[in-house]
T-cell receptor, first 112, second 115 residues
Framework: RKEVEQDPGPFNVPEGATVAFNCTYSNSASQSFFWYRQDCRKEPKLLMSVYSSGNEDGRFTAQLNRASQYISLLIRDSKLSDSATYLCVVNTEDTGRRALTFGSGTRLQVQP | NAGVTQTPKFQVLKTGQSMTLQCAQDMNHNSMYWYRQDPGMGLRLIYYSASEGTTDKGEVPNGYNVSRLNKREFSLRLESAAPSQTSVYFC??????????????FGPGTRLTVL
């Protein structure tokens, strides 16, 4: 089982739609969580951190459920520019061997 | 402030050739990382350096070596390239490895093809 699992998609949605992605992680000792965005042939960039109480940044809302070990990202009022791959990222500070574990990503295509 | 820079952007090697991928950051970050990204596999950690003078293996270190030359620079070397090392390589840096909240910043990547 992968440490961080995501539905690869693609999610094809019309402009203005609301879309949600989920991600599950296997290590209950994981301490912090992030969503990254990666455009085609570009480097990953931090979209937002995910806090236990849930947090919002404009049209983006992230939620964390520690009991069920899943993280979600909700995008409201989708724009064409939201088309990208969204990476779920988990930070597990152990003896130091690895800090961030990346999911394989969920691809979003917003259509006019 | 350039952030994280990587050279070269593209490289084609023949099996058995060697090369070094260069990475530098100007954010005064302590920790630096090398990842590879393959289709459907996500980013996998090759090596990391928690601080200047230290390096440690990640998830997929075989066939690679690294050098943390100073606080700014972290290089990745392929001694004898193999087709299985065809991938996109990303360097990243982070202010403090043990911080709960801070995250990693990535360079633009190196696209490597081994024939």
């Amino acid at each position: 089982r992968k440490e961080v699992e995501q539905d690869p998609g693609p999610f094809n949605v019309p402009e203005g739609a609301t879309v949600a992605f989920n991600c599950t992680y296997s290590n209950s000792a994981s301490q912090s969580f992030f969503w990254y965005r990666q455009d085609c042939r570009k480097e990953p960039k931090l979209l937002m951190s995910v806090y236990s109480s849930g947090n919002e940044d404009g049209r983006f809302t992230a939620q964390l459920n520690r009991a069920s070990q899943y993280i979600s990202l909700l995008i409201r009022d989708s724009k064409l520019s939201d088309s990208a791959t969204y990476l779920c990222v988990v930070n597990t500070e152990d003896t130091g061997r690895r800090a961030l574990t990346f999911g394989s990503g969920t691809r979003l295509q917003v259509q006019p | 402030n350039a952030g994280v820079t990587q050279t070269p952007k593209f490289q084609v090697l023949k099996t058995g050739q060697s090369m070094t991928l260069q990475c530098a950051q100007d954010m005064n970050h302590n920790s630096m990382y090398w990842y590879r990204q393959d289709p459907g596999m996500g980013l996998r950690l090759i090596y990391y350096s928690a601080s200047e003078g230290t390096t440690d293996k990640g998830e997929v270190p075989n066939g690679y070596n690294v050098s943390r030359l100073n606080k700014r620079e972290f290089s990745l070397r392929l001694e004898s390239a193999a087709p299985s090392q065809t991938s996109v390589y990303f360097c990243a840096s982070r202010l403090r490895r043990t911080s709960r909240a801070d995250t990693q910043y990535f360079g633009p990547g190196t696209r490597l093809t081994v024939l």
